[in-house]
């Protein structure tokens, strides 16, 4: 039976819950090939001290291991949040066709809320699909940071 976007996200929102988990903010994304995952990530900023480890890079980095090579020109990625600049540079690079994330992020967001990747004049555009299990990820996002203001 193949899964649909709502299953897909399913599996990122999961991720996110295993970094809120051990204290990272809860983004989760899964890297799906046909209706086969091939990689699954959640933010490590925190646990690995590095400015890069988010959900996205580490999914396309096992991504490209998986398939051996650094051409993901036939996944789709799924992610809880949209991806911030860095991570929509390596989904350009990657040449990922279609992009599904959760919620919008109105502070870096680069698919359509502050910047528009498909926008600019790159050598590669993306199908994106917003909206997926919004309302989920941004309650756990909220419920996140509310319990690291008290």
């Known amino acids: 039976m193949k899964r649909s976007d709502y299953d897909w996200m399913q599996i990122a929102?999961?991720?996110?819950?295993?970094a809120a988990s051990v204290g990272e903010v809860p983004v989760g994304a899964v890297l799906v090939r046909g209706d086969?995952?091939?990689?699954?990530?959640?933010?490590?900023r925190e646990t690995e001290g590095m400015a890069t480890a988010h959900a996205e890079l580490l999914a396309i980095e096992a991504g490209c291991r998986a398939v051996g090579g650094w051409r993901l020109a036939d996944c789709t990625l799924y992610v809880t949040l949209e991806p911030c600049p860095m991570c929509a540079g390596a989904i350009v690079n990657a040449r990922l066709p279609r992009l599904v994330y959760a919620a919008r992020d109105p502070r870096a967001g680069a698919y359509g809320s502050l910047l528009n990747f498909n926008a600019y004049p790159l050598n590669h555009r993306v199908e994106i699909c917003t909206g997926v299990?919004?309302?989920?990820?941004?309650?756990?996002?909220?419920?996140?940071f509310a319990s690291k203001r008290k």
């Open 133 to 144: 299990c919004a309302d989920e990820a941004l309650l756990l996002l909220q419920s996140f």
């Open 13 to 18: 929102l999961d991720e996110a819950k295993i």
């Open 36 to 44: 086969e995952e091939i990689a699954r990530a959640h933010n490590l």
